[in-house]
């Protein structure tokens, strides 16, 4: 990545060059990027992937560097695999899960087994098979719940407002659990909305921007829902490389970081925004869907006070930015994406 350091960049390499790295959901969004960036590290990875429709895996996410990389067609879920798979692995990088907090409340039996139960079935076979591993665990902003203060802390009470994030938060407890009793050093990412190439685009079961993207780049209006709502947003080379860092710390040991973005923006204005870096469209305002207000958090936007002062990590891509390489990115290959 551009931004990084000559520091940074030596750190990077002697903590991953020659290194087995393990990535579950290796082949969504922030998987596929993290693997590019380990395969210039010169670590040797494997990408797990279940390659179920509705969760975002992609084999073209990873076709600059398919013949770089292993790839295994497993689900987390399936505690037999998961002993094979973390053997002989110094990083694991634990991105699979269910994201949509809507599907969640529908389907929640499918969410407990990917975003909880899953999580025991790694932890044990790491617990038995690898206990030198080191994990890091991509948890999400949503178990906060509604904000009861702006900006958002990792000291923030936790109260979250769907199945989704209740399970997200077990894993995040049964990662803890794991190293405090059995010595499996583990760091915790609490994300924010992450944007940027290779994200789901078909619908919004990832990130609501992507089904905006959709929108914009087919000419259909965006629908924006309600507003006013302020949100911030992390580009996904910046969420890249705070996994890197994180792990090749020792500092991050046992701890919980939130993410977040450089600026702080309403959703009208992210609009109006993409609008004007795509250079046309138009945008539609309409009433929040009664299903989805139940379970919308409002304002959210957070405070990485502790992840830059523990490794030095901090935002980089200007949103504006962000959303050009993001649109840049689907106008060269939006019918591999829909």
């Not at 991509?138 to 702006?150: D, E, F, N, W």
């Not at 939130?258 to 609009?271: H, K, Q, Y």
């Not at 957070?302 to 993001?326: F, H, M, N, Q």
Request: charged content about 25%; glycine content about 8%.
């Amino acid at each position: 990545m551009e931004f990084m350091t000559e520091r940074s960049m030596d750190d990077l390499n002697a903590a991953f060059e020659g290194k087995s790295v393990l990535i579950t959901g290796g082949l969504g969004f922030i998987g596929s990027s993290l693997a590019g960036r380990l395969v210039e590290l010169g670590a040797d990875v494997l990408l797990v992937d279940s390659m179920i429709p509705e969760y975002g895996g992609n084999l073209f996410n990873i076709a600059p560097i398919r013949r770089e990389v292993e790839v295994n067609i497993s689900d987390v879920r399936d505690e037999h695999s998961m002993k094979y798979l973390v053997k002989g692995k110094s990083y694991l990088f634990n991105l699979a899960g269910q994201t949509s907090h809507l599907d969640s409340m529908q389907d929640p039996y499918t969410d407990i087994e990917i975003n909880a139960k899953s999580q025991l079935y790694i932890l044990e076979a790491c617990r038995k098979y690898n206990r030198h591993i080191k994990t890091l665990y991509a948890s999400t902003r949503q178990i906060y719940g509604k904000p009861q203060y702006l900006p958002v802390d990792e000291k923030h009470p936790l109260n979250p407002v769907d199945v989704n994030g209740i399970n997200k938060l077990a894993g995040e407890r049964y990662h803890l659990l794991y190293e405090s009793v059995y010595g499996i050093r583990t760091a915790i990412l609490r994300l924010t909305n992450t944007i940027g190439p290779r994200m789901r685009i078909k619908d919004s079961r990832q990130t609501f921007l992507g089904i905006w993207v959709r929108q914009l780049l087919e000419g259909r209006p965006i629908e924006v829902w309600d507003g006013h709502q302020v949100r911030d947003f992390s580009y996904v080379d910046d969420v890249v490389d705070a996994f890197l860092r994180l792990a090749a710390s020792g500092h991050s040991n046992g701890g919980i970081f939130n993410l977040g973005g450089d600026c702080v923006i309403s959703l009208l204005d992210l609009a109006k925004l993409m609008i004007e870096v795509h250079g046309s469209g138009e945008y539609v305002v309409k009433e929040f869907p009664k299903n989805r207000k139940r379970i919308d958090i409002g304002d959210f936007y957070a405070d990485y006070g502790l992840i830059k002062s523990v490794i030095g990590w901090e935002p980089k891509t200007p949103l504006r930015e962000a959303l050009a390489r993001t649109l840049e990115y689907y106008q060269e290959h939006f019918h591999t994406y829909i």
